[in-house]
């Protein structure tokens, strides 16, 4: 089973990765670009005997920061 695990900063947490892509879009005088958020994507090949709550309990112990971030899981 493939799940995907998207990973990105609360709403209100700075993101200075960002902000330096957004400075450096608007030098190359992509002018449109309004913010940029940056995050992580984590790709995982499971046993199809992992559940739903193993995934969650991954994502909250591990591949993510739940002070600081939130996470999606999309399967398939």
């Not at 089973?1 to 609360?10: D, E, G, S």
């Not at 879009?25 to 984590?42: A, C, P």
């Amino acid at each position: 089973m493939k799940v995907t695990v998207n990973v990105f900063l609360k709403n209100g947490v700075l993101d200075p990765a960002g902000k330096a892509v957004e400075h450096a879009l608007g030098s190359l005088g992509f002018d449109g670009v309004n913010e940029v958020r940056i995050g992580k994507q984590i790709v995982l090949n499971l046993k199809d005997n992992i559940n739903d709550a193993d995934i969650k309990t991954m994502c909250e112990e591990l591949l993510a920061n739940t002070v600081i971030e939130d996470y999606e899981i999309i399967k398939g």
